[in-house]
C-alpha cells in the first residue's frame, strides 16, 4: 500500500507499507518547464544529433519541437519569447564590444546564443563571448531568425 504525502516546501513523501514494516522515502517534485524552455531544449537536443548543423537545420528543429508542444504554445508565443531574450544580450555593452572585437553581428550572434540556451546566454553575459565560445565563434555568424520575424511577433521593434 502506497500513501502520497505533498509537504510545504514541495517535497512528495512516499509511505510504503509491508506486512507491518513502513518505510517513508521522500523525493522532489519536479517542476514543469515553461513553454519556451521545453522547446528550445527540445529543439536543441534534436539539432545535436543532425549531421548537417547549419541554420536551416536549426530552424526545422525548432519547427518540429513547436508540434510537438502543447496546442496553447504557438510559433508566434515562442518567437516573442525569444526575441524577449535576444534583446537582453542585445541590450549589453559588453556583448556589443565581443562582437565588434569579433567582426560578428550582434543579432545574428544574439540569436545563436538564445538557441543554445539561457544558462549559455548567462554565461556568455558574465564571461564574455570568447570564453564560452572560444573557437565556436564563427557559427554565429548567420541569424537563426531575421530582425523583421522577431519584431513581428514582439509586436515593436528591437533595437539593435
Known sequence: MKENLQSADNQQSVEVVNGGNSQVITRKVSKKKEPFHAVREKAANLYRKQLNQDVDTMRKAIE????????????????????????????????????????????????????????????????????VYGSR?????????????????LGYIIAA
Not at 565563434?137 to 511577433?153: F, P, Q
Open 64 to 131: 518540429y519541437a513547436l508540434n510537438q508542444a502543447s496546442i496553447e504554445y504557438n510559433q508566434n508565443r515562442f518567437l516573442a519569447d525569444y526575441g524577449k531574450l535576444v534583446e537582453r544580450l542585445l541590450d549589453s555593452k559588453s556583448f556589443e564590444r565581443d562582437c565588434k572585437k569579433f567582426k560578428l553581428e550582434p543579432f545574428d550572434a544574439a540569436t545563436h546564443i538564445v538557441f543554445d540556451g539561457v544558462k549559455q546566454m548567462n554565461a556568455v553575459l558574465e564571461n564574455g563571448l570568447e570564453t
Open 137 to 153: 565563434l564563427t557559427e554565429l555568424k548567420e541569424a537563426v531568425y531575421s530582425k523583421e520575424e522577431l519584431d513581428a511577433a
